[in-house]
Structure formats: C-alpha cells, structure tokens
C-alpha cells in the first residue's frame, strides 16, 4: 500500500454517536468514523486499470473496531468498481484505531464505515 494523494478517503457516518445499550459483548455499538481516531492508516492503491482508464469512483466499508483497536469484520457496503473494492478491503486490513472506551471505563467493540473515495490526478 501507498500513501499517495491519488486515492482519498472521506469518513462516512456510520452513526452519529454510540447507540445507548448496543454495546453487548455480542454485537459492538454503531459508532461514528468521524469521532474515531486512526492510529495506523494507508490510503489503498489507485488501482493501475482504473488509473490508466480514467475511472474515478468510491468504495464504503464496515468494519469493526476491536477493543484493541485492530479491524475485525471488513465488508463491503457499496462500491462503485471491483477493483476499488478490493483496493480498500487491502488498506483497511492494516488499520488500527484507538480503542473506545465505554462509560464503564472499558474498551469495547464499536462498528463503523469508511468510505474510500478514488479520484485521479
């Protein structure tokens, strides 16, 4: 993966805060991207086919944010291009965020979207 300007991404939001009493061990609470914070991020790689064919489009990933802050249950949500698809699955793999801590002071699982936006110098 390159971090290269060719490829931007654009938080979307996936909630707008943590939905009150979500947060059991077996389903991780709807959590904003906007409010996380990426500790470890690479932008995907501009596929070269879409590149040399001129095509800008977008992907939309969930993902779940572990309570060590590694990504766990990459999916895609929407995506405009397969190759932009499997580019942003590969980036989002090495993510890592800060943990986020519940009321009761403990880290726990939250889910999430981003949405990788591919547009061509």
């Known amino acids: 993966m390159k971090l290269i300007s060719k490829a931007t991404f654009i938080a979307v939001v996936a909630g707008s805060s943590m939905i009150a009493g979500a947060a059991h061990a077996q389903e991780p609470a709807i959590y904003s991207s906007?409010?996380?914070r990426a500790v470890t991020q690479a932008l995907p790689d501009y596929p070269r086919r879409a590149e040399?064919?001129?095509?800008?489009g977008y992907t939309v990933v969930e993902?779940?944010?572990?309570?060590?802050?590694?990504?766990?249950e990459p999916s895609v949500r929407d995506s405009s291009y397969s190759e932009f698809t499997r580019a942003s699955m590969e980036a989002i793999e090495g993510w890592k965020f800060e943990p986020v801590i519940a009321d009761a002071g403990q880290a726990i699982p939250v889910r999430s979207a981003?949405?990788?936006?591919f547009v061509g110098q």
Do not use: H, W
Request: net charge neutral; charged share 20%; proline share 5%.
């Open 34 to 36: 906007k409010n996380l």
């Open 114 to 117: 981003l949405r990788f936006s």
């Open 63 to 72: 993902f779940t944010v572990m309570p060590d802050g590694t990504v766990a």
């Open 52 to 56: 040399v064919s001129g095509i800008e």
